[in-house]
């Protein structure tokens, strides 16, 4: 069976910090490219990071530049993202997300169930 978990959400007040991790089973986790994508109400869900599928190259949102990392530990088939400095904006539902590439493209093949980040006073 095929799973991707999120945990580490939570509740948190502005400039607070959070790390979400997504761990995976059921799959060879180096074959696939790990991103962080977040959904808030009444919004598309949109890329927050991305990373490589072994951890040489990252990617982020421009609204998450200088605030949040993403990282990936292939031994332990996770991979976190660490959230620093949060604002009211990042509130949202994170989900995990390992797309893996066909004929030279990299399509989605699986979605975790996501963890709920409320950044609030």
């Known amino acids: 069976q095929v799973q991707f978990v999120e945990s580490g959400g939570g509740l948190v007040q502005p400039g607070g910090s959070l790390r979400l991790s997504c761990a995976a089973s059921?799959?060879?986790?180096?074959?696939?490219?790990m991103s962080w994508y977040r959904q808030a109400p009444g919004k598309e869900r949109e890329l927050v990071a991305a990373?490589?599928?072994?951890?040489?190259?990252?990617n982020y949102a421009d609204s998450v530049k200088g605030r949040f990392t993403i990282s990936r530990d292939n031994a332990k088939s996770t991979v976190d993202l660490r959230m620093n400095s949060l604002e009211p904006e990042d509130t949202a539902v994170y989900y995990c997300?390992?797309?893996?590439?066909?004929?030279?493209?990299?399509?989605?093949?699986?979605w975790g169930q996501g963890t709920q980040v409320t950044v609030s006073s």
């Open positions: 997300n390992a797309a893996g590439s066909v004929a030279g493209l990299f399509t989605t093949k699986y």
């Open positions: 059921g799959v060879t986790f180096s074959s696939y490219r």
């Open positions: 990373i490589n599928r072994f951890g040489t190259f990252t």
